[in-house]
Nanobody
Framework: QVQLVESGGGLVQAGGSLRLSCAAS????????MGWFRQAPGKEREFVAA????????LYADSVKGRFTISRDNAKNTVYLQMNTLKPEDTAVYYC?????????????????WGQGTQVTVSS
């Protein structure tokens, strides 16, 4: 399995931006499709965005479409989540996840490797 470490979370005012990074270990990063999920207090973990191993498929949750962008740099074994126009409802712990499934669905059970999470707090 690939090991994942997120970074880049923090406190930001509404309307601001943050970029999350997820560094992966191992030499097979390019074979994994990568995703971001988030979990707010008292809520279930929810899908945010994902990009397939070859970049051919990218999905976003409706709540972040047009504001967030997922990208990956296979040379650096890193996936990013650029978050713009942040809202207080974006406050959550953000998790990076990886899957070898080719026909992955935007649900947590399809992703087998997870990072420890990074806190994002958006103040109003």
């Amino acid at each position: 399995q690939v090991q994942l470490v997120e970074s880049g979370g923090g406190l930001v005012q509404a309307g601001g931006s943050l970029r999350l990074s997820c560094a992966a270990s191992g030499r097979t990063f390019s074979t994994y499709s990568m995703g971001w999920f988030r979990q707010a207090p008292g809520k279930e973990r929810e899908f945010v965005a994902a990009k397939s191993w070859n970049g051919g498929r990218t999905l976003y949750a409706d709540s972040v479409k047009g504001r967030f962008t997922i990208s990956r740099d296979n040379a650096k074994n890193t996936v990013y989540l650029q978050m713009n126009t942040l809202k207080p409802e974006d406050t959550a712990v953000y998790y990076c996840a990886a899957t070898l499934l080719r026909s992955w669905r935007p649900i947590s059970v399809d992703f087998g490797s997870w990072g420890q999470g990074t806190q994002v707090t958006v103040s109003s």
